[in-house]
């Protein structure tokens, strides 16, 4: 049994659980006890005197009895309520923490959340409080018992009739959690508490609802991954979205229990790794194995598939809801258990494991195919993941994040209409107008050849999302107005760049890619640069369709007004991306996938590697088969609301505009020479990078592989 790199709250505990495997082994540092072989780790000293201080004066109306463990977010105590002697478990913040006031109301907000929930397989949360030095407190039932980990840790696999018991049972509570707008976050077996009830030694209450979400530190070996506004969760449970630090919903938790399930049926992890952030990693973009492949455990048919099904990168492909999971899960027959004597009937109703409401009609079968659904990664980003890659990007330019993919193959496809290009500045509005598209052949006033007009209108430029610090440049959220303008349904090809530089109009575009050298030596950086300027396709006679790139902001300026146009601002950029109606991504709420846009997936991961390069994520498993640049207008899913193609992936976009920070921007928030590109290219591995608030400043003498341009213009007439 491979135990997972996250250790929390105690040594005598697998996860954030306020119980001890067993409680017995609970001991009290003040009272001049050694500890036992699985005791909490002592207290710091200042830690210590708070401990002493509430274990002689007791919390309001409880007593404490004894320390049960001690982590980096409080302590938990045994203690009885001084009038009904009934006995309890308490939950206090750590004394350090006593003077954030956001944390000690985030805290107990989370618990008040989790009491709501009200169901036997959830641990209850009855009062809440605040200690005498001033550190919020919520009081628990008191239960003896052992988390699931440690149970997995001493059996290994275990049989397919006690994995269906245990696991409906963690349904149902999630089930009854989700009914409420309550996601866990956190769910794995160190936060499943087993212990016997009503002669059921498998009897499951789910801990920490919530509690995960206001971790604040790391644990003592610096593997816990939940801190407030970053990542929330333990990283071999953590789902891919809640990796990218996207937004969180019951599905989220339905990939933990996939993870379990996986864990339960092959003594195993589905992704093991030297660290956190390689976990994170595989979460985000490889595979899942499959169970019955891994040789330990008996995997009963069907059961891959549901576990496959739970794991699928995409929150959209996974199952709907705890319910539906669960109706797979006992469609699966099982040996019956003496304490479940109509375990293993096929019917979720008639179950006795399943404690949860039936809220749809048992369904023709149970939505397990034969064979595994193909598995696609996608996501956005919030967390503090990779943030170093991140960082590098936001403060050294695209230059080096962009270094990243190859060639392209044979183009396929042909192009789209010629783009007509052009810099008009926003400004704020007090009405809010729909921006539409209007056919260039009704068009009065009409736009160039190739273009389309967006009718002016306001909108809500930037974004608000406070834990991806990629976009803590785009921040804050602010109402802008545009005038009506034309711009270019793709980006400008290979082929209508040489009809400018061609003619002497236009320089020609560089055979290399130039970026920051940053704090690369001089050897690597030549090195990088010589294998990225094999993607600058300047140097190659096959790619007319292929947007141009490797050309500076002035070479696009110099391209658009030929054209009779210019380049568009980056409000004209964004607004076209994203419309008035408050869409996620240019094509609507979906999450990127492979099929979107020309992102980084496996085969700019493969390319890379044989380039030796570092790898720096990639999007999806799947294969699009562009390594490099595609041909405009391959990927129509990406198409916008306006019409516009690749909007979204093959290269960044030169905008008209220098960078600026937005007023009321985050505080350490610093503004970057350069000018904005916009739009995430073939080499982007995340899915932050189809967000259409993203921003970043680059050299406009640069000329990387990872940027091209699309042109605005005036309507005409106008």
């Known amino acids: 049994m491979i135990e997972p790199t996250s250790v929390h709250l105690s040594r005598n505990t697998s996860g954030d659980s306020p119980y001890s495997p067993l409680v017995t082994s609970a001991w009290n540092p003040d009272a001049g006890q050694q500890p ?90 009855t009062d809440f409080g605040q200690s005498p030095q001033g550190c919020a407190y919520f009081v628990m039932e008191y239960l003896e018992g052992e988390d699931l980990a440690a149970t997995l840790k001493h059996n290994g696999p275990l049989p397919w009739g006690r994995i269906q018991h245990i696991i409906l049972q963690v349904l149902s509570a999630l089930q009854a959690a989700h009914m409420h707008g309550i996601v866990h976050r956190d769910i794995k077996p160190a936060n499943c508490l087993r ?29 816990r991954l939940t801190k407030a506004g970053t990542i929330m969760g333990t990283a071999e449970y953590i789902a891919p979205e809640q990796a990218r630090g996207e937004e969180v919903d019951a599905r989220t938790d339905l990939y933990a229990v996939g993870v379990m399930l996986f864990q339960m049926v092959t003594g195993q992890l589905p992704f093991q790794a030297r660290s956190p952030m390689e976990i994170l990693a595989k979460h985000m973009s490889v595979p899942a194995p499959v169970a019955s492949s891994m040789g330990t455990g008996i995997v009963p048919a069907g059961v891959d598939a549901i576990i496959a099904h739970a794991l699928a990168k995409e929150p959209h492909q996974r199952w709907a809801s705890a319910e539906q999971l669960a109706t797979a899960i006992a469609s699966i027959p099982a040996g019956v258990p003496a304490y479940a004597p109509s375990l293993g009937g096929g019917v979720l109703a008639s179950n006795p ?82 921006p539409k598209v209007v056919p260039t052949a009704a068009s009065s006033p009409a736009c160039p050849e190739g273009m389309v007009l967006v009718e002016g209108g306001s909108f809500f430029m930037g974004s608000d999302k406070e834990d991806v610090r990629a976009l803590q440049t785009a921040r804050p959220t602010h109402k802008v107005r545009v005038e009506s303008y034309c711009i270019a349904v793709d980006e400008v ?187 995430g290219a073939f080499n982007s591995g995340f899915a932050m990078f189809a967000d259409p608030a993203l921003r970043f400043p680059s050299d406009p003498k640069g000329h990387t592989h990872g940027i091209g341009f699309r042109c605005a213009a005036e309507p005409k007439g106008s």
């Open 493 to 679: 090809t290979v082929a209508q760049f040489h009809e400018c530089s061609d003619n002497g109009e236009c320089r020609r575009a560089y055979k290399d890619s130039l970026f920051a050298q940053g704090s690369l030596d001089d050897a690597e950086w030549t090195r990088r640069r010589d294998a990225y300027g094999e993607l600058c396709n300047e140097r190659y006679d096959d790619r007319d369709q292929h947007p141009i790139n490797c050309v500076s902001w002035e070479q696009a300026r110099d391209y658009c007004e030929y054209r009779g146009g210019r380049l568009p601002t980056e409000q004209e950029w964004e607004f076209a991306a994203r419309g008035s109606d408050g869409r996620v991504f240019p094509w609507g709420d979906e999450s990127p996938t492979h099929e979107h846009g020309n992102l980084c997936n496996t085969e700019c991961r493969t390319w890379r590697e044989g380039k030796q390069l570092p790898d720096e994520g990639m999007l999806s498993s799947a294969d699009d088969a562009w390594f490099g640049t595609a041909p405009v207008g391959s990927f129509p899913q990406g198409t916008t609301q306006h019409g516009l193609r690749d909007i979204v992936g093959n290269v960044f976009e030169w905008t008209g505009s220098d960078f600026e920070l937005y007023e009321e921007h985050p505080e350490g928030v610093t503004a970057k020479e350069g000018k904005v590109i916009r739009g």
């Open 195 to 223: 212990f016997t009830k009503n002669g059921d030694p498998d009897f499951i209450k789910v801990l920490d609802f919530g509690i995960a979400r206001v971790s604040g530190t790391e644990n003592h070996e610096g593997e």
């Open 353 to 434: 494991s399943w404690r949860g409401a039936i809220t749809t009609p048992p369904p023709g079968h149970t939505g397990v195919d034969a064979t595994i659904p193909p598995q696609s990664t996608g996501g956005g980003v919030k967390p503090i993941i990779l943030i170093a890659a991140i960082g590098a990007l936001a403060a050294g330019g695209v230059g080096v994040w962009l270094a990243t993919r190859g060639d392209s193959p044979e183009p396929t496809t042909a192009a789209g209409p010629p783009s007509e290009p052009v810099d008009a500045k926003a400004e704020p509005a007090e009405s809010k107008t729909p």
């Open 36 to 125: 036992p072989p699985n005791a909490a780790p002592p207290p710091s000293p200042h830690t210590g005197e708070h401990v002493s201080a509430l274990l002689a004066t007791g919390l309001d109306r409880y007593a404490l009895r004894r320390l049960l463990g001690v982590g980096g977010m409080g302590e938990v105590y045994q203690g009885v309520h001084r009038t009904i002697e009934k006995e309890v478990a308490i939950k206090v913040l750590a004394y350090e923490h006593r003077h954030n006031p956001s944390l000690n109301e985030r805290f107990l907000e989370e618990a008040k959340a989790a009491s709501r929930i009200r169901h036997d397989n959830v641990v209850d949360i």
